[in-house]
């Protein structure tokens, strides 16, 4: 059974970072693309960021460019997204994802606010 389980959301303030965590397993990890993508309050799914299997290729949305960095561990099955200089707008649940596939984790609460 395939799991993704997204951690260390919370709540910072603005100009402030976090970094994410997705613990994946019941798959071969290091074989798969991974995205975050993100939900914010009454909007649409907005896609984040991707990383190739053996992280040679990483792209990102413009919204997030320069400021979130994507990266992933193969020996440790995990996924990570660091986010730096976090706004207001950045608020949102975030979801990571097997590029691609109908795989996605339970999402975790990101906050940004004074």
């Known amino acids: 059974e395939v799991q993704l389980v997204e951690s260390w959301g919370g709540l910072v303030q603005p100009g402030g970072s976090l970094r994410l965590s997705c613990a994946a397993s019941?798959?071969?990890?290091?074989?798969?693309?991974m995205s975050w993508v993100r939900q914010a309050p009454g909007k649409g799914l907005e896609w984040v960021s991707r990383i190739n299997p053996n992280s040679t290729v990483k792209t990102s949305a413009g919204s997030v460019k320069g400021r979130f960095t994507i990266s992933r561990d193969n020996a440790k099955n995990t996924v990570y997204l660091q986010m730096n200089s976090l706004k207001p707008e950045d608020t949102a649940v975030y979801y990571c994802?097997?590029?691609?596939?109908?795989?996605w984790g339970q999402g975790t609460q990101v906050t940004v606010s004074s």
């Open positions: 994802r097997v590029s691609g596939s109908p795989y």
């Open positions: 019941g798959f071969t990890f290091r074989d798969y693309a």
